[in-house]
């Protein structure tokens, strides 16, 4: 008798810690998609003020080359799925080669999503 409530205990125990970490997984997308909106946010106000994209993250948080002071990041976010703040940037390059400034960011995670993202067929996080 003691055995068997053992292993139901055991059993419900698995069944509880594999819902736990699909659940942080979620949280952990959820929050990947919110920190690459504001980088794409960020990069497409950068763009619309100064024609141009930003030649890197940084020049997203402050920005004094106006009259008004602008800030089109508050920081730069660390990635949740790494817990590092190293990006997969996506540069733009013109004409002649020579690079223009960052057009997206991706993550460099390799792990497979549990949410499917809408409009793109997403085998890992940096398709995002």
Do not use: C
């Not at 990947?32 to 106000?45: D, N, P, T, Y």
């Not at 602008?70 to 920081?75: G, I, S």
């Not at 996506?90 to 995670?109: E, F, L, M, P």
């Amino acid at each position: 008798m003691l055995l068997g409530a053992i292993l139901i205990i055991g059993i419900a125990t698995a069944g509880v810690a594999e819902l736990w970490s699909t659940q942080v997984k979620r949280e952990k997308e959820a929050e990947l998609l919110f920190r690459l909106g504001e980088f794409r946010r960020g990069i497409l106000r950068f763009q619309a003020d100064h024609n141009r994209f930003p030649k890197n993250l940084k020049d997203l948080l402050l920005d004094t080359s106006q009259l008004r002071t602008r800030r089109y990041l508050r920081q730069i976010y660390t990635d949740p799925m790494t817990g590092k703040a190293d990006w997969q940037l996506k540069i733009q390059i013109d004409r002649t080669g020579a690079t223009s400034g960052i057009q997206d960011v991706h993550s460099k995670s390799e792990g497979k999503p549990l949410k499917i993202f809408t409009g793109v067929n997403a085998s890992s996080y940096k398709d995002w």
